[in-house]
């Protein structure tokens, strides 16, 4: 993995404080929609998308490209926002999220859009997916595919039972080329993890079904890129990165409070949430 210079840190701290307006924006057009979880992803979508991603924005299908499966779903607003300032459709169509006949829906919809790679919703079913697409291309290619297969998942979705039967499938096949990422934020729909289903010790539960596990602060650009890389030069054996995130981040009102997993802010919230990301961005082109 190519390392992270000063210059390619400001850059993607500023991308990814853009990232987080467009998702203000979107959800307060919607009037629905999800707003922690994607302004927690913020920061690892835009090191995704402009730093580590083999993609072509302007030819989606590209064949030699890696492949993004979005198993949460309703996190898709920092998706789109991402491919869109990423050049993949125009920024202006963000605001259209959710919108009857829009390509934006609430989930992702692999027919509506290009550059989904599958449409999801249902929590759990990502990681079979990938699993499904990496096997069907080692199968076409008669060997291990350079294609890396990368999966974002929440921590409340690995309450679900068929993510312990995929992990076990992808540890038992040796997929070297699926990196899972979970947005471990501590946060669902219905409370803190910790309350409706304690997930720990989460590292030691990976770890012992063959996967390299990592565990590093999904805000920590360079931590991020360095854990990538290493799973990247895993042999034999996926990977999982437990990316420690804080749901509603960049904004102090919606940070760490799990009522933000499923509600958009109001005109007033929003319109204070724009206003603090704002004064971010010019103390970051201060810097």
Avoid at 212 to 237: C, L, P, R, T
């Amino acid at each position: 993995m190519k390392p992270l210079t000063d210059d390619n840190v400001r850059d993607l701290t500023e991308r990814a404080r853009a990232i987080r307006e467009s998702i203000i924006d979107m959800l307060l057009s919607a009037g629905s929609g999800h707003t922690a979880g994607p302004l927690g992803m913020a920061d690892i979508f835009a090191l995704m998308y402009f730093h580590v991603l083999r993609h072509k924005p302007k030819d989606p299908l590209w064949s030699a490209r890696d492949r993004v499966i979005l198993s949460n779903g309703h996190i898709c607003p920092v998706l789109y926002a991402t491919m869109a300032h990423a050049g993949y459709f125009p920024v202006q169509e963000l605001t259209t999220l959710r919108a009857f006949g829009s390509r934006l829906q609430g989930h992702p919809h692999r027919e509506w859009l290009p550059g989904i790679e599958t449409s999801s919703g249902p929590l759990g079913s990502g990681l079979s997916q990938a699993i499904g697409m990496a096997l069907a291309e080692r199968m076409d290619r008669g060997r291990a595919s350079d294609t890396y297969f990368y999966v974002f998942m929440g921590d409340g979705e690995l309450d679900a039972g068929q993510v312990w039967e995929a992990v076990m499938l992808a540890g038992k096949e040796r997929l070297a080329n699926i990196l899972v990422i979970i947005d471990r934020n501590n946060i669902q729909i219905d409370g803190y993890t910790w309350d409706v289903m304690p997930l720990e010790p989460l590292y030691e539960k990976w770890e012992s079904f063959n996967w390299q596990v990592q565990e590093v602060d999904g805000h920590n650009f360079e931590a991020m890129n360095d854990a990538i890389g290493k799973a990247q030069s895993a042999y034999g054996m996926p990977s999982v990165i437990i990316a420690h995130t804080i749901p509603g981040k960049g904004v102090d009102g919606f940070e760490k409070d799990y009522t933000w997993h499923g509600k958009p802010p109001n005109k007033e919230e929003a319109t204070r949430a724009l206003e603090e990301l704002r004064t971010l961005g010019g103390k970051i082109a201060e810097d």
